[in-house]
Each structure stands twice: as C-alpha cells, then as structure tokens.
C-alpha cells in the first residue's frame, strides 16, 4: 500500500518525492497492485477520493520530510544510518549518500528477501553500504545490529517511520531505550507517531476493524479498517520523551506540513482524524 502511493505521488506532475523503485516493488507483486498504477482498478483503494487521495498526499510528504532529514544528518557529517522495520524502504538506493556510509535494514527476513531479489532483478545497486539484519524487533536488535558492525562510539541516524503508530506502549519505550542506549552524542532520529485515542474509542475501532477483516479480506476491506488501525498506545510524546534525555528534539504536526508543502489537509473523517493525531518528530542528541 505504501509503495503503491509513493509510486502515484511519483507520478504527479508535481511530486512532492520521487521514489522511482516504489513502482518497482508495486509492479512485483502485479494484480490489482499494478493495475492501480495505470489507472485500471477503479475499485482499488488508492483509485478513490475519499481514500487514495489523503493516502498519497500523505505519503509524499512523509516520504519528503524523511528524505530532508537524512540529508541534513548526512550533511552534519553522520555516515550511519538505521532503518527500523525497513519494509520497502528504498533510500539506501534512491538517496546520494556521502562516501563512508553504512546503512542497516531491520525487518523480517521474508520482507528483506522481497526486496533483495525484486530489485536485483531490476539491476539496483545501493548507493552506500547497506547491510540487512534480518530480526524481529521483539528481539535483541541492538545485539544483532552491533554484530553487524555498527559503532555505537559515532552518530547514527535513525529512523521509524510508519513503526510507532502499530507498537504497544511498552514496545514502543523499549524501542527508543535501545535507540537511546547505541545513540553516540551528534546521533540522530526522526520518528512517525501518533497521538493515542481515548481508551474507549480505542476498543471500538478495533472491535469494528476486525469484523471488517471478517466480512472483506481483499485490499478494499484494508482502505476500510486502515484508519483504524493508526490508533495504538504512547508511552509520550517522542519529542517529550528523548528530550528529556539529552536531545534537542522538534515536532511538527503532519497537517502543519501538509500546508507547509502545499498538499491539502483531507476533509474526510477518518483521513482528519489520522492526519490531526500524527506528528513528525526529529531530534539530536546533544
């Protein structure tokens, strides 16, 4: 769904970020998937106003904050780079890495193993050194990316985007106490959260997203529970959180940069809701 979007924000005679490997991965999977990027899969949920619309203008410029951010930390003379549940990410690619740079990928190995093999078919060769850890983050990841060869001794630059918002509480502080914990002072990260709805409200979109997924599995039921699914637990407020412990951290709301970059803020309820809850955080240890 994401790379589907990057690839129609791709597409615009405007785009707010190109990711030219988006295509690619949506391409590799085929089906509706494809058919959506040339227009034939009106029932798609990226076709539709009401969903695809906010969806792409979403992802754009989410996929343009993250860019920026990883050339301002390049530009600040950070050379390591880690990217928390990875999906199809493409930057280690798309991105003009200095010379020196190592990137790692966390995710699952059958992500990391589609993603491998989609794009050596395609002839990609990364722009740095990139390195998979193929780990579940519910795992030691701080071990397996230490054993991978990351220096916690020199900044590095992190990112979750889009990981937040699906993590408990509980994961979620332990996920930044391991960022904290390898994080050398000039370290960055950039996060994607997501303000947690009232307990009650919580229980009833989940309730309703999983009797969506019972009565329509296809990629219509997914635009129909996908709002739902943003809503989760926050230990803090990410900028709150590693302030706290010796970053310089700043959070711009996602519908603040929606103007800031001249997309619209959606009208739809779902859409609004989503877009009002999410921040864009980065920070710098000092």
Same mark, same amino acid.
């Given at each position: 769904m994401v790379a589907a979007a990057r690839a129609l924000e791709a597409a615009k005679p405007d785009p707010l970020a190109v990711d030219q490997y988006a295509e690619v991965f949506a391409r590799a999977v085929g089906g509706s %998937?494809?058919?959506?990027?040339?227009?034939q899969a009106p029932e798609h949920p990226l076709?539709? @106003?009401?969903?695809?619309?906010?969806?792409? @203008?979403?992802? /754009?410029a989410r996929t343009k904050y993250f860019d920026e951010y990883f050339a301002a930390a390049a530009a600040a003379g950070v050379r390591q780079i880690v990217v928390l549940a990875s999906g199809l990410d493409s930057r280690a690619y798309r991105l003009d890495w200095p010379a020196g740079t190592v990137i790692y990928e966390l995710?699952?190995?059958q992500v990391l193993e589609f993603k491998r093999?989609?794009?050596?078919? @395609? @002839?990609?060769?990364?722009?740095a050194d990139r390195r998979e850890i193929a780990i579940d983050l519910r795992d030691d990841w701080q071990r397996a990316l230490l054993d991978a060869g990351f220096d916690s001794d020199r900044p590095a630059a992190w990112i979750a985007e889009g990981l937040l918002i699906y993590l408990p509480a509980t994961a979620q502080e332990q996920l930044f106490l391991g960022i904290d914990a390898l994080s050398a002072p000039g370290s960055w990260v950039a996060v994607e959260e /997501?303000?947690?709805?009232?307990?009650?409200?919580?229980?009833?979109?989940?309730?309703?997203?999983?009797?969506?997924e019972r009565s329509d599995g296809d990629v219509n039921g997914m635009a129909v529970s996908f709002f739902h699914l943003i809503y989760n637990e926050q230990i803090?407020?990410?900028?709150?959180?590693? /302030? /706290?412990?010796? %970053?310089?951290?700043?959070a711009t709301p996602l519908a603040d940069y929606l103007r800031r970059v001249g997309r619209p803020v959606p009208e739809n309820p779902e859409a609004a809701t989503m877009i009002a809850s999410n921040s864009l955080v980065t920070a710098v240890k000092e």
């Open positions: %998937w494809a058919g959506v990027l040339d227009g076709a539709t @106003n009401e969903f695809g619309v906010p969806f792409v @203008n979403f992802q /754009g995710d699952q190995p093999e989609v794009l050596a078919r @395609n @002839n990609a060769q990364p722009a /997501g303000k947690p709805m009232p307990a009650e409200a919580l229980a009833a979109k989940r309730a309703e997203q999983v009797q969506g803090a407020p990410a900028d709150e959180w590693f /302030g /706290g412990r010796g %970053w310089r951290a700043e």
